[in-house]
């Protein structure tokens, strides 16, 4: 069934025309692309205003100057990394129907912010008007979002992993670092569906925050008509879509495509040279001062060799700095011009097609049609070059590290289902460090089950809690003879308990009770204590260099390696398991430890505990934790959706928090409920549902 649909015509007086539906989703109409844009871009404004201030401000490096020195670190990261300056070279290098397209959606953001921006009570509450966006402004957010996505900073870690431990211990902790992903997807082919048209489920794991990262909307005109989920202050919608014809969802590949390099400098007469493969060349220096409030003003030298920008170290600074190489800066390309081809596909071929022109970031895409096409594919740009680049800062004065064009990327046919889950699955050969299997498992386990998938059940796979990651601790624990009676009735019950983190089980919350015991006993060894020492890397890359984050996440590999001959993990699970049966295991639920924290630039009031979370970093319902660090979950499913070809309006989604941005709005919480339970909601398609906001939007 097709939906009800009658975008206006090209000549129509009304351009474009703003629809929400019972959960405030906006449902935007338009005579043409261009009027749609601008339409967009004014509703991100009008729904986002303090979100889009507060990204804009992140993306030129200038946020402490209202949020405090909190931001200072980031601040610095920006400028020094370059991301406004990367993002107008990669606007000027838009082919002109995009760049107009982007400007469209620029001169909507602006017209917003100037209505109702007022809207938002943030902007009294930090001193600030909203700011000019520049054409360019949108490349910016969508770097600012992505820079880090590729986690170059794991580059840094395996350089302190072989400083300390030697370099046969570089892929000791091969499991991603603090801002693990948890992103899912997977799909369903025709064959087994109950419909006979394929099933798409997807849910990004990103940082929740005060309003969400992505942004449920309709966008239509005449050329098309698209669900999905946009990020505010970004035209169009990039990773998760339907058109009507064809559908897609997307997660991290995991791909490595940035490299580090050890820069040697030195200041001259007329500047700063960097010492490459040819010798001593100028590096482009200049400084900059970010304004901090409450606090004096910070000047940052911005320093660029033939690699890339420094991202730690100075010319002045003992020993090597360190440079960063990615993709957009070298190429000028985001890949924005896949974007609004994205809009207008209705195949999965022409999706193919659009994302051979996708850069940054690097991504698995699943897809459908509704003519039982499929696609499974990693789509963005991977440079060429010497495997050694993938593993840890390399010279910059030693040849042999230069890039060599990009990589082809893999693709897959779909034999009954795909999943995605950021293993090392379809992307393999592209990186190094992926996420553990177990989710990917689990799902595909979960899929065996019968060929008769419907919406429904696609849904409850997204909240599955078993954690498979679990078993070589407990086993561990099933093999310790000679416990105390206390030790060893805790003992029997995780031996007994199902390993599932639902937030009203006591056992799930003792066993991560155990867990984070045993990892704290392994960041205290003689061994592996040294690796949090700290080595003057810059404060924004602390996540990614946490010694005890990275032993809790890499604990399920740490208890049976052999490469630590000196660590005895028996012994580290005897004594942790005796020492809190000794002082009385807790008594409380799993979801009374794991809450939810949820980032606002400015909280709306004190900053208190969240509600209580199922699920945990290696669970379907992948709420993460840190074991060892904290059981507050800052990450969890940014979204939840399902796509279903045969029919769009059974299609289904939900965001944590609510569709608009504004705190007091009714529908800035108005979905937190459902999204807390686990449950979806509805995709509204047909037109005489929806309420028309205004005439003239």
Known sequence: MSDPQSPPQPGTPVDARLYRDAHGIPHLRAADPLALAHAQGRNAATDRSWQLEVERHRAQGTSAAFLGPDHLDWDVFARQVRLADTARRCFAALDAPTAAWVRAYVDGVNRGLRESAYLAPEFDTAGLTPGQWQEWTPLALWLSHHILFAGFPGKLWRERVARVLGDHAVHLFATDGLPASGSNGWLVAPERTASGAALIAGDPHRFIETPGVYQQIRLACPEYDVVGLAVPGVPGI??????????????????????????????????VEALGPDGWQPAAAHTETVEVAGADPVTVEVVETARGPLIAGSPDGAGDAVSLRHP???????????????????????????????????????????????????AGAVPARDPRNLVRPVPA??????????????????????????????????????????????????????????????????TDTLLPSARPLLDLLAQLPGLGARAAA??????????????DS????????????????????????????????PPVFAPWLSATARIGFALEHLLTTELLPGIDPAALVRAAVEELAAAGPTDGTWGERHRLFAWSALPAGPAGPGPGLSGDHDCVLATSSVPGVTDVSARASAARLVWDLADRQRSAWI???????????????????????????????????????????
Do not use: K
């Open 238 to 271: 990039a990773h998760f879509g339907h058109t009507g014809g064809v559908a897609w969802a997307i997660t991290n590949s995991m791909a490595d495509y940035q490299d580090l390099y050890r820069e040697r400098l030195r200041r001259t007469p007329d500047g």
């Open 328 to 378: 957009p800066r070298v190429t000028g390309r985001l890949g924005f011009e896949a974007l609004p081809v994205l809009l207008r596909a209705r195949t999965v071929a022409d999706l193919d097609r659009a994302l051979d022109d996708w850069a940054e970031p690097v991504n698995v895409v699943l897809a459908a049609d509704t003519a039982g096409a499929l696609l499974h594919r990693v």
């Open 397 to 462: 004065r030693e040849p042999g590290h230069e890039w060599h064009g990009l990589r082809p990327l893999p693709r897959a046919e779909v034999r009954g289902c795909a999943v995605m889950a950021n293993e090392r699955g379809l992307a393999g050969p592209l990186g190094i460090e992926f996420c553990a299997p177990h989710r990917a498992e689990r799902i595909a386990e979960l899929l065996a089950e019968g060929d008769d998938w419907t919406t429904d059940r696609m849904a409850a796979v997204h």
């Open 490 to 503: 805790l003992r029997d019950e995780l031996l007994g308990w199902d390993r599932r983190m639902d937030a």
């Open 506 to 537: 006591v056992t799930a919350a003792r066993y991560a009770e155990l867990r984070s015991a045993v990892v704290r006993r392994y960041a205290a060894t003689p061994e592996l204590a040294a690796l949090a020492e700290p080595d003057g890397l």
């Open 655 to 697: 965001v944590p928090h609510g569709a608009h941005g504004h705190p007091r709005h009714p529908h800035h919480r108005d979905q937190h409920r459902l999204w807390l339970s686990g449950a979806l909601t509805p995709v509204v398609t047909d037109w005489n549902r929806l309420t028309e906001e205004n005439s003239d939007h």
